[in-house]
């Protein structure tokens, strides 16, 4: 499956985005999504998961409360509404695909990766 993740932008302290991730193929009903972040110079951090039905969702410490992940099988596409941000969420955002629930917070076990897209908070 091939990702193609949009919506970074720069806002405002407090203010919302919505990333997107749109998946080709039609297999993209048997993967579990998740969403990573990556700052230059740090590792890559895992931020929400969501299973294969969507019936499943997991969050880091620090986006718990303030993201939320989602899935519409239909139109292959998983999203992450982060509201609230804060400085410290700047970073490249990535989605990812993974087969194993188990592993879901554990990014060297995906198996397809989307480029980035670049959430920039001003504080």
């Known amino acids: 499956v091939q990702l193609q993740a949009s919506g970074g932008g720069l806002v405002q302290a407090g203010g919302s985005l919505r990333l997107s991730c749109a998946a080709s193929g039609r297999t993209f009903s048997n993967y579990e999504m998740g969403w990573f972040r990556q700052v230059p110079g740090k590792e890559r951090e895992f931020v929400a998961g969501?299973?294969?039905?969507?019936?499943?969702?997991v969050y880091s410490e620090p986006v718990k409360g303030r993201f939320t992940i989602s899935r519409d099988n239909a139109k292959n596409t998983v999203y992450l509404q982060m509201n609230s941000l804060k400085s410290e969420d700047t970073a490249i955002y990535y989605c990812?695909?993974?087969?194993?629930?188990?592993?879901?917070?554990?990014?060297?076990?995906?198996?397809?990766w989307g480029q980035g897209t670049q959430v920039t908070v001003s504080s």
């Open positions: 969501i299973s294969d039905t969507g019936g499943l969702t």
């Open positions: 990812a695909a993974t087969r194993q629930w188990r592993w879901i917070r554990f990014g060297a076990r995906y198996e397809h």
